[in-house]
């Protein structure tokens, strides 16, 4: 009981004062340093009262436990955990901007990789990861073999875009629109 308090006390402040953020997992400290330029401009992780009332119901059922903000796997080397971000920005006028980070470990810090930059939305989009296996993309049908885990950045009941590494570079699939 008492870890579980101090790991949600970790988290609060990377999400913001919200009680959704108890199902967001504590970030190392490396990988929240990595955050500090985007957290000092009012960045912030994605938690699920950030989504619709819709999409939160869907993140629910299909995603217990989950943060919406935060994916984290094997997506670079199968010895290293990395995280892929969702972040949000409100301005005062309530126009949202989000972005979408990966956090790749490299020693005892992380390098920073924006996925999809700056994008003004309506409401947010999500992050997720998939194992490794064989995927296809939607219009292509073209099977891809992703031999470590991969996120998807999706807006939920739209369009959902899946990255993977390959031969030392970021690839993506479009898998729903």
């Not at 094997?74 to 969702?86: G, N, P, T």
């Not at 409401?123 to 470590?148: D, E, N, Q």
């Not at 991969?150 to 031969?167: C, G, I, L, N, P």
Request: overall charge positive.
């Amino acid at each position: 009981m008492r870890i579980r308090k101090i790991s949600a006390l970790i988290c609060m402040p990377l999400l913001g004062a919200t009680a959704q953020g108890r199902n967001c997992a504590a970030l190392p400290r490396a990988a929240q340093a990595a955050l500090a330029t985007e957290q000092q401009q009012g960045w912030r992780i994605i938690a699920t009262a950030d989504l619709p009332s819709d999409d939160q119901a869907l993140w629910h059922q299909y995603h217990p436990g989950q943060c919406p903000g935060v994916a984290t796997g094997h997506f670079s080397k199968s010895s290293d955990v990395a995280y892929s971000l969702a972040l949000l920005h409100s301005s005062s006028t309530g126009q949202h901007t989000e972005e979408l980070l990966l956090l790749v470990p490299i020693g005892a810090s992380y390098s920073r990789k924006t996925v999809v930059g700056p994008t003004r939305v309506v409401s947010p989009f999500v992050v997720w990861k998939l194992p490794p296996g064989r995927y296809k993309a939607l219009y292509t049908k073209s099977a891809v073999f992703i031999p470590l885990d991969s996120f998807v950045y999706e807006k939920m009941e739209a369009t959902a875009t899946q990255y993977f590494m390959r031969d030392g570079r970021l690839r993506s699939i479009l898998i729903s629109d």
